[in-house]
């Protein structure tokens, strides 16, 4: 039973790591309409910006502060100089962008910081909560911290005009034209706002998988799990669906298939839910007027 | 001397070229070899998932630039090229056919990785191209009879595994076993040698087997499940990421067993210090080369010999990522093989003086272990010595272990 627990403790700490990623594809999907490949590195550049710092005596608060607005500023960035001049150009074409920005943003880290792992300091203190192993402070911080991202993003996008234009732009360009918004620095403000979600989320996950220029690799196809079960259009989903893939895989890693093919599994719960129900557990489908 | 088929066709092209080769009988040439120069190749992945161990490939450039500018072997210098095939096998074979049938190197050298070289390994024996001391740990590189193109250098997972079986058994005598290993060609041939050192009776304690794919993000459930086995004595298989998880979760959960590690995660700079040293006190792991945190070593002449060269040639890299000892070392081996070739510098020569190494000694490598080689033996380092991890050194205990490998 304890064991049972502790898998469900240490499942629950994945899963807010493959959470936060998801938030992050989320954003830019609801934004943009597309799926960020670049995400991921993009996190993990952001996090060595904030490592550096540190490292060069910076307090930890002032670090991650200054990373999360560094890193609104280069998704704002990215979105203007890369990105803007695609705008018409066919889903494919942005596919290899997003390809080569994540092959540039992990040879960039090799190069300045070099591939062997560091150590990235935690906010939360390494104490358990109840002195048995069970639950430490730095995962219950990670869980916390992604919920209020998620409280916080819900209200963005629900209840202020800003998010309401952020959506109609990335839904139906035409018509927001029409309407008055200013549909492609919405989508600039998208970037900025998913690299700086990002951020947190890659400075949230180095303490636990230490950091180093594949950090985000592995996880990030955890993430698409997540947002892809829980409903890539849909914030609450996908870190529903991060914590649900993550308690999934270790309890069927450590009961049922082996730890093997806790990837596979994760895959297959991916292609199940597609085939069932394409917009996802907690998704609403959406019908497009063409 | 023997001279083949192709070497003479070459040589006889040359005398109708140039007219005057035949007055050089005496040297026996084979692809990519002049009077001044000799031509090798690599594949190394300084991008990607394994670019850590770029380090070892970009040291030993450096150091075939410094054995050029003293004047090279036998007179000739080295032209070294090293590609990048981010350790992605399809690219290593395209990388490796280019660099055999377009650059015409004489041998491969020191490529890196598993997989990559298997996915070489037949096209060198098919085309009887040195695959000289393949930078992999895996046991299958010493197989003379059906690969006799294709020899390793470091020890073997296989002969490690034994002997942190054997070490663990003697010291634990109540032990109850657990492993995590990653789940590929590497930990499968560790767990081959941990089988056999520990025997059929020893592998009864073996309590838990838990595997982790490199795509995990973390190995916390694995180190979960190893504790609740009730594990004892945990042999630690995991690439330097994870091994750093590990130590640091076990710690976490007030995990006290007696912990080995694999010789591939051993860096203190790389995995401790990153996992913290008060995480990491008290691990075991096994040593063939000179750790370069150790005080110990400071006044030794070849830590010496090494550090002078690093800060001169090689001054980009950080001393302390331990694959500049092992490139370095290597490199120091192949410059021996060379050496002792002469100006006889065919595929087969080079093989045939590869394969007759005796009791050679090798900078930076443990006081008392010799590279020894035959025809039947392409293992040529096959002896460690255990060390502990104590403050923020590893301390050598022990005597020198060997397996032997007929």
């Not at chain 2, 390994?121 to 006799?148: D, E, I, R």
Request: aromatic letters at 10%; hydrophobic letters at 50%; a neutral charge.
């Amino acid at each position: 039973m304890d064991f049972f627990v502790q898998q469900i403790a240490a499942g629950l700490t994945s899963g807010a790591i493959y959470a936060c990623v998801a938030l992050g594809l989320v954003m830019i999907y609801v934004s943009t309409d597309h799926i960020n490949f670049a995400q991921g590195e993009m996190a993990m550049f952001a996090t060595y910006l904030a490592w550096a710092m540190i490292d060069a005596g910076l307090p930890y608060w002032i670090a991650f502060g200054l990373t999360v607005a560094v890193a609104f500023a280069g998704g704002l960035f990215i979105q203007r100089v890369v990105l803007k001049p695609l705008e018409n150009a066919p889903v494919l074409a942005l596919v290899v962008c997003f390809i080569a920005l994540l092959s540039i943003f992990n040879a960039l880290a090799g190069m300045i910081w070099s591939y062997t792992i560091k150590q990235f300091p935690s906010p939360f203190p390494a104490r358990d909560v109840f002195g048995n192993g069970l639950v430490s402070v730095q995962q219950l911080g990670v869980v916390a911290v992604t919920l209020v991202m998620l409280g916080l993003l819900t209200v963005f996008f629900r209840y202020t005009t800003l998010g309401l234009a952020m959506r109609a732009a990335a839904q139906n360009a035409t018509s927001a034209r029409l309407m008055g918004v200013r549909v492609s620095w919405m989508l600039a403000l998208g970037w900025g706002l998913a690299a700086a979600i990002g951020a947190i989320a890659g400075m949230l996950v180095a303490p636990i998988v230490f950091l180093d220029p594949n950090m985000m690799t592995g996880i990030l196809v955890y993430g698409f799990a997540g947002a892809l079960v829980g409903g890539i259009g849909n914030p609450l989903g996908a870190v529903a669906g991060g914590f649900i893939v993550g308690v999934l895989e270790n309890l069927v890693g450590s009961y049922v298939i082996g730890n093997e093919l806790k990837l596979t599994f994760a895959l297959i719960v991916v292609v199940g839910v597609l085939l069932l129900k394409p917009a996802g557990i907690f998704g609403r489908v959406i019908v497009k007027r063409v | 001397m023997q001279i083949n088929r192709r070497t003479a066709l070459l040589g006889a092209a040359a005398i109708g070229v140039a007219g005057t080769r035949h007055a050089r009988a005496a040297k026996n040439y084979g692809p990519g070899v002049t009077d001044t120069e000799i031509k090798i190749g690599q594949t190394m992945p300084y991008s990607g998932n394994a670019s850590a161990y770029g380090v070892a490939g970009r040291t030993q450039a450096a150091f075939f630039r410094m054995i050029n500018d003293q004047g090279g072997i036998n007179g000739r210098k080295i032209n070294f090229i090293s590609l990048d095939d981010g350790y992605s096998p399809p690219k290593t074979v395209e990388l490796t056919r280019q660099l055999v049938e377009r650059d015409q190197v004489l041998l491969m050298f020191y490529s890196l990785g598993t997989q990559t070289n298997t996915a070489i390994h037949k096209y060198m024996n098919q085309k009887k191209v040195p695959q000289l001391f393949v930078a992999t740990g895996a046991s299958k590189w010493g197989n003379p009879k059906a690969y006799p193109w294709t020899m390793g250098w470091s020890p073997d997972y296989h002969t490690e595994g034994a002997i942190h079986a054997r070490a663990i058994l003697e010291a634990v005598p109540d032990a109850k076993i657990g492993i995590l290993r990653q789940n590929d060609d590497m930990g499968n041939d560790y767990l081959d040698g941990i089988k056999e050192g520990l025997g059929a009776d020893g592998w009864k304690r073996v309590v838990a087997d838990a595997t982790y794919e490199v795509t995990d993000p973390t190995v916390d459930s694995q180190i979960l499940q190893l504790r609740n086995a009730g594990v004892n004595a945990f042999l630690n298989v995991s690439t330097p990421k994870f091994a750093a998880q590990a130590i640091k979760k076990a710690a976490e959960i007030g995990w006290k067993p007696k912990h080995h590690l694999m010789s591939v995660s051993a860096s203190v700079g790389a995995v401790l210090r990153p996992a913290g040293f008060e995480n990491a006190q008290g691990i075991v792991t096994a040593q063939y080369a000179k750790d370069v945190s150790d005080p110990a070593w400071a006044n030794a002449p070849d830590y010496k010999e090494w550090k002078a060269f690093m800060d001169k040639w090689n001054p980009t890299i950080n001393p302390f990522e331990g694959s500049s000892v092992t490139g370095y070392a290597s490199a120091v081996t192949l410059v021996h093989v060379l050496t002792q070739c002469g100006d006889d510098l065919t595929r087969e020569n080079v093989m045939k003086q590869a394969a007759s190494m005796h009791q050679l000694a090798i900078p930076m490598l443990l006081p008392g272990i010799k590279l020894n080689t035959s025809p039947t033996d392409y293992y040529p380092i096959q002896s460690v010595q255990l060390a502990r991890f104590e403050t923020d050194h590893w301390v050598l205990f022990g005597e020198l272990q060997s397996r032997d490998v007929a």
